[in-house]
């Protein structure tokens, strides 16, 4: 498959871009966020409910096998409701008619199954990735951080232990910035190719990986942006909480309760819209027939 060199300031027309997304049909676009989001709400709480009912309200064999499987259906879920919502995005790009319910798109195109194996190869990444995080950062260093964990679970109210410094911080931080990059474009990319073309898992892996390693500048330079973003929107975001708490709350605060809740859902669908657009134009740039276009938006957002 063809893959187009890209030029690193292309990184900054994606993210003008994604955030311009879902502009044309924003009913479509972000009510299907809206459905990513409770789909997920819905399978958190089927899992709850089995786990209380095989496990009752202690911490058993059953409980924890229930949750093991819920947090491995997430993970294989995720890439099926992420490729379906880049589907909306893209046929709303594209002018066709689409509705939220699209998201499921997935399914109907019997495309699901290869998303989902996405899913099981973050899973792996993520374990083999946390061997090699345990073998650089040194023994110490894990039987330390992990104390401190059980100490801020069990006594969240102390002040944790201050950790040592692993074993090799340099080698560490390079290996986490690379498997978080890795990661990243290997899963935006392949759910997109998978979903918006019908590759099968293997092929669209290659090429995704074959995308991170050739426009390497360009997809590390949007990754820092869309990431910087995000961290950016998380603080306005706690500030904007702990007003709405404060002011509601001096009035009614299930009042208040619900607008947090409600704030935070809007910001969760905003940025679920932002990546999986952010993830379309990649892939529609690294991968499409026609040359790229990087001045459709000029840098500037459209509201």
Known sequence: MQIRPLSPIQAWHWFFQAINLGMRNPRAVFGAAFLLVGSLYAMVMAGGLLASLFGGNQVNTPTLLITLLMVVAIFMMMPVLLGGLMHVIAEAEAGRPVTARDLFQPFVQRRAAK???????????????????????GEEYMAAYNEALNSLLQHPQDTPPTLPLP????????????????????????????SLSGSRVLPAIKAAAAAAVRNFLPNFLAAVLFFTAMMIGTMLLSLLLSAAVLLLGAIFMPLALLAAFLITQCFVAVLLVVVCGGGYLMWRDTFGMAPAQANATHGHIEL
């Open 115 to 137: 998303l989902a194996a996405l899913g099981g190869l973050q899973i792996l990444l993520m374990a083999g990735g946390m061997l090699i995080t345990r073998q650089l950062a």
């Open 167 to 194: 074993a090799n911080p340099l080698l560490m931080f390079v290996w986490q910035i690379s498997l978080n990059y890795l990661t990243a474009i290997l899963m935006l990319l392949g759910i997109a190719q998978v």
